[in-house]
């Protein structure tokens, strides 16, 4: 039963870009905030980007403004996650969700966002 899948992972070199892609089914998708987190090893879960469920407005981390673009086509049940100027420390596993509660999240972070995919790799060789 296909719900959240990500793709477009890969390795880069520092410097890259990467175009991340996630679609959903249409009861995780429309109509809710929608997000991307990431998780490095031993490391905690953390947000990377987040984009209401009208796509007005997004919410993005300290350490990836001005690098990388979430955005959302409703029509395609899509969520992307466009990254430039990647750096070494953006390599971990990334992955996509939507929001607990539907259009509302109180806030960019893991918790509010109750449906997970299995997330796709990204590597950033230096």
């Known amino acids: 039963q296909v719900q959240v899948v990500e793709s477009g992972g890969g390795l880069v070199q520092a410097g890259g870009s990467l175009r991340l892609s996630c679609t959903a089914d249409?009861?995780?998708?429309?109509?809710?905030?929608m997000g991307w987190f990431r998780q490095a090893p031993g490391e905690e879960r953390e947000r990377v980007a987040c984009?209401?469920?009208?796509?007005?407005?997004?919410q993005y981390a300290d350490s990836v403004k001005g690098r990388f673009t979430i955005s959302r086509d409703d029509a395609k049940n899509t969520l992307y996650l466009q990254m430039n100027s990647l750096k070494p420390e953006d390599t971990a596993m990334y992955y996509c969700?939507?929001?607990?509660?539907?259009?509302?999240?109180?806030?960019?972070?893991?918790?509010?966002?109750?449906?997970w995919g299995q997330g796709t790799q990204v590597t950033v060789s230096s």
């Open positions: 969700a939507a929001a607990t509660r539907g259009r509302n999240y109180y806030a960019c972070e893991p918790r509010e966002f109750g449906y």
């Open positions: 984009i209401s469920w009208t796509g007005g407005t997004m």
């Open positions: 249409e009861l995780r998708f429309v109509n809710r905030g």
